[in-house]
């Protein structure tokens, strides 16, 4: 059983989601909160597999409140997924880097959102279709970071080809695949990047690629 916290100062959005996730054979929504204080008590107090966490609330926002998470050693295996109403701006960025294991509109499909859930349960980075492609074109405008060019000399070969692949979406699985080596493997290396650069997730992981300018899009220089 997946185990989540709500967390939205709107009422009717908590009712809408809940009563969603309740009819999941495998998704509990165990509580719910208002604001991004109560979201990090909650998250003490019930130690969930996921946190579903709004962005702009009262008391303490959903980024503040995500870093809070993301901080406490008590909740390593907690994963915060973000909500928002708004497309594309500074709360992704900041989201990701606070700690966000994904990122997911208000208005995508119900059935994106319980993919949701199932897939950042699993520490795997989920990001709606439509913020991935932005995310992507921001990243293009931006110079790499230092900090994070200087972090890429931590890894091996191999191991930037892994994070290479982990930003371009691709699955453990499908690492495997594309490097020929065994998903166990593939997952190890994933591993190792992540502990070396001091990822939380895949997310994080993400990041750092774009920041470090190891991933370059296409149109980069277009």
Same mark, same amino acid.
């Given at each position: 059983?997946?185990?989540?916290?709500?967390?939205?100062?709107?009422?009717?959005?908590?009712?809408?989601?809940?009563? +969603? +996730?309740?009819?999941?054979?495998?998704?509990?929504?165990?509580?719910?909160?208002?604001? %991004?204080?109560?979201?990090?008590?909650?998250?003490?107090?019930?130690? &969930?597999?996921?946190?579903?966490?709004?962005?702009?609330?009262?008391?303490?926002?959903?980024?503040?409140?995500?870093?809070?998470?993301?901080?406490?050693?008590?909740?390593?295996?907690?994963?915060?997924?973000?909500?928002?109403?708004?497309?594309?701006? !500074?709360?992704?960025?900041?989201?990701?880097?606070?700690?966000? %294991? %994904?990122?997911?509109?208000?208005?995508?499909? &119900?059935?994106?959102? +319980?993919?949701?859930?199932?897939?950042?349960?699993?520490?795997?980075?989920?990001?709606?279709?439509?913020?991935?492609?932005?995310?992507?074109?921001?990243?293009?405008?931006?110079?790499?970071?230092?900090?994070?060019?200087? %972090?890429?000399?931590?890894?091996?070969?191999?191991?930037?080809?892994?994070?290479?692949?982990?930003?371009?979406?691709?699955?453990?699985? !499908?690492?495997? !695949?594309?490097?020929?080596?065994? &998903?166990?493997?593939?997952?190890?290396?994933?591993?190792?990047?992540?502990?070396?650069?001091?990822?939380?997730?895949?997310?994080?992981?993400?990041?750092?690629?774009?920041?470090?300018?190891?991933?370059?899009?296409?149109?980069?220089?277009?």
């Amino acid at each position: 059983m997946i185990r989540v916290v709500l967390v939205d100062d709107q009422a009717l959005i908590r009712s809408g989601i809940r009563a +969603l +996730l309740d009819a999941e054979d495998d998704i509990e929504v165990v509580a719910e909160g208002a604001t %991004g204080r109560e979201g990090v008590d909650l998250a003490v107090e019930h130690r &969930p597999d996921i946190v579903l966490m709004d962005v702009q609330m009262p008391v303490m926002d959903g980024i503040e409140a995500t870093r809070h998470i993301a901080d406490d050693e008590r909740l390593t295996d907690v994963h915060v997924v973000v909500l928002t109403n708004y497309g594309v701006d !500074e709360y992704v960025f900041d989201a990701l880097r606070a700690g966000a %294991g %994904g990122f997911i509109v208000k208005d995508t499909e &119900p059935a994106d959102l +319980l993919q949701a859930v199932r897939v950042a349960v699993q520490g795997d980075a989920l990001l709606s279709p439509t913020i991935t492609r932005l995310l992507i074109s921001e990243f293009v405008s931006r110079p790499p970071d230092r900090l994070a060019v200087a %972090g890429g000399d931590l890894l091996t070969q191999r191991e930037r080809e892994v994070v290479a692949l982990a930003a371009h979406g691709l699955s453990n699985h !499908e690492i495997a !695949e594309r490097m020929v080596v065994s &998903p166990l493997t593939a997952k190890t290396h994933v591993s190792r990047a992540m502990t070396k650069l001091g990822a939380r997730d895949r997310a994080q992981l993400v990041v750092f690629a774009y920041q470090s300018g190891m991933v370059t899009p296409p149109d980069r220089t277009g």
